[in-house]
């Protein structure tokens, strides 16, 4: 008797032919039709055909067994060296420039020395002002599909097809919309009703390429947040609604108290990926350099991915700018590396909770 | 408390304790229909230990249920929104005069006589003096990318996924996941640096390439930010698949690989079929990394050696230097279109694939 589990251990099989294609023919690719009925019936259906040939060769069970074990193997190895070589050459080359006068200072001399102080401000006043106006809009969906709307709505499963399409438009088309809408409707659009027409929001700024990168973070925020609501335990809501409490009450007062690390959860990886994101805020507000840190919503703005996308493919001099390069993409690798361990150290704290309350 | 007599159900206390303590089959909380207003007037009569927020605030909770209810429109709104304002910038291509002495959606797909070319040929060179748009350059460079993306991420992903969830240990398991999660969360750019540093000159060096930035090595690094988007629904699929599929078919003599190949791949199959899906649609619309390392010259051919100027990097290189309105920002809002339209596609599939499985072992699980 076969039992799943410890066939990897097993000595490597003797070089006995493979039989995969025999064993298998008699079931004639109709094992689409076999999966697809209920549990019980897989033994049924091939009950005879089956025992007979695995009866056969022990040996080319074993070949089967550790070609498949290697195979796929050799393919967690490829995706693990893959990010050591990644992380290991960012990290070698890179740490020995990190300094603190490069994290306080801004570029000079064309950016072949000084540090990357603006592209940091930058980035965080993106992510401040995109966490902003994603937070509310997220959660507010989140807990409109776990606590009123009806599961089975067609409404709300428009809403949900909504949600995971948003994840699916890729970035550079969220600049273009940025561009269309931010920019040249709503800014404008500001522009031509408080200014009389004067260009003061209807060009690429700060405050566009937050809001499209809130769009963008959205789907994110309402996945963790849903995730988070639902694992909060039902009997208190219940509870809550015995002593009286209604509905709104029972979400502000007791759900989400219950749901802010998962809500959190969401909202750090939220900033995680728009702190990476470039494409966005290509058109939309991120400038090469600028003398001055952003004053205002509308003054444009550095960011440290696009910082090194200038530095790699638009650096006047390679070699000089290389270190610094190098410690640029260290930086904003350990700042979303620091906020995605974050939050995952915050949803294990939340699982571990909740499974302690379940019990 | 049985004193609260006022509670949400309007059933007796008793009656409504009862229903909170024992799990019915829907909460007992008012439904959607039940209007907010309604209940925070009755807390106005509210007794000593009705929560502060509604009696205090009878209108501020209807107000909140409102908002709650017009936010949770904000994703349709910005699917609908994008499409539209994407689409207006676009439209003028469809039927503005001035723009189509410049170009056509005929002179974009089909092949132009220009002057110097001694054949009708697909080119793309918005700036020049004759401004040239074809997009066949674009869309094979975007397809060639892409399959190179596709073939590497696909067998790493999925080969990683089975690994993890049908032979690999606890211990490492908790170690490939979480790296696989590091690598999601790495930067496009920073991929794209890595391509274009690193990445470029080693394979260059390896396979003796003419040009350095080409379609090979961008399709490459492009698979590192596609591996854990097939690795991780791969994994979730084959990890739905339920035990009684593996004990019957081991009970019925199959091998350990069988079992595998003949009954967790194909009950998992549309899983892993959305992760390829969703990482096709990833791999279409990726930006930074190709904007790197693709060397971005519009070359209409087959080899992956040469370079090439994907769609998206395109849009990403060019936008910034047109003049808003004119024939070349309506091309590239065009091409913005089709990229959404296209990964619309590979995830409305996806999301279909993923129904079909669930609906599939539904009734194992």
Redesign the interface.
Known sequence: ????GN??GSPPASPAADHRGR??EP?QGS??S???S???S??AD??GR??EP??GSHHS?RL??V???L??????A???L??VV??G??TYNGASHLTLGFLTQAPRDGMTAGGIFPAIFGTVALVVLMTLAVL??GV??A???SE???PGSRLTR??R?????????????????G???FV??VGAGIDRALYGGQRIFGQPALVWAALTMA?LT??VV?VATEEALAAVP?EL???S??????????I??VVLPQALPGILTGAILAI?RG?????PI??TGVAYFLPKLPGSLHDQFMQL??H??VL??QSPDVDAT?PI?YAT?LV??LL??AL?ATA?VVRSHMRRRFAGAAS | MATSSENPVERPPDRAMLAGLTPPTRPTLPRLGSPPVQSSDRTNHGRAERPRLASRRPRFQALAEVAIRVLAFTSIAAIILIFVFIGKEAWPLFHSAAIAREVTLAKMWFAQQWPGYDAPEHVWQPVSEIPKYAAWPLVVGTLKVTLIAMLVAVPLGVGAALFVSQYAGRRLREIVKPTVELLAGVPSVVLGFFALMVMASWMQQALGLDSRLNALVAGVALSFAIIPVVFTVSEEAFGAVPRSYVEASTALGAARWQTILRVIVPAAGPGVAAGIALGLGRAVGETMIVLMASGNAAILSASPADSVRTVSATIAAELAEVVFGGAHYTVLFFLGVLLFAFTLGTNLLGEFAIGRMRRRLGGAA
């Open positions: 008797m076969k039992r799943p066939r990897v064993v298998w079931s094992h689409d076999r999966v697809g209920p549990p019980a897989p033994a091939h009950r089956v025992w695995s009866q069970h089967g067994d070609a498949l074990a195979g796929s193997g050799l393919a967690v490829l995706v693990l893959i990010v990644i992380l050459d960012v509310p809009a507010a969906t807990i409109y599909l009123y709307a009806n428009l809403v097809v909504a949600v995971n399409n948003l994840a699916g438009v890729p970035s550079i088309v969220f600049g273009l919309f561009l269309g809408f040249q409707f769009v959205l789907p309402i039902r809501r219940l509870a609604a015995a002593l009286g409490a209604s509905r709104l009450q029972t502000v007062r995680s702190a990476g994101e470039v494409a290509l058109f991915g696009y090194v996308y790699s493919t290389r390069l993409v904003l690798l979303t590396f995605n995952v």
